[in-house]
Nanobody
Framework: QVHLVESGGQSVQAGGSLRLSCSSS????????MGWFRQAPGKEREGVAA???????NYADSLKGRFTISKDNAKNTLYLQMNSLKPDDTAMYYC??????????????????WGQGTQVTVSS
């Protein structure tokens, strides 16, 4: 059975940093495209960062330079390092697993499995 469990979300001050983790079971992340998405209240879910099975990465243009996606295949865990956080980064953050043959884009249909999310709140 596939499980994705996010952790690391919390309340921080603007300018601070957080590292989110996504622990996976029931499949091997090394063979999957993996992504981080976020959803703020009243807004659509949007892609943040994604990583191919090969390790190639893809970032939302507005977040390049502040967020870094990585993975540890041995631990079957996905990470999102978030720096210089802004109040606009406040959202529920979700990790997702998709078909490893596809480019890791930000269309939600590409991803078959989703975690329950972890809340990030950035105060000014």
């Amino acid at each position: 059975q596939v499980h994705l469990v996010e952790s690391g979300g919390q309340s921080v001050q603007a300018g601070g940093s957080l590292r989110l983790s996504c622990s996976s079971s029931g499949f091997t992340i090394s063979t999957r495209s993996m992504g981080w998405f976020r959803q703020a209240p009243g807004k659509e879910r949007e892609g943040v960062a994604a990583i191919a099975s090969s390790g190639l990465t893809n970032y939302a243009d507005s977040l390049k330079g502040r967020f870094t996606i990585s993975k540890d295949n041995a631990k079957n865990t996905l990470y999102l390092q978030m720096n210089s956080l802004k109040p606009d980064d406040t959202a529920m953050y979700y990790c997702a697993a998709g078909d490893g043959r596809l480019w890791p884009g930000f269309s939600t249909w590409q991803y078959n499995y989703w975690g329950q999310g972890t809340q990030v709140t950035v105060s000014s």
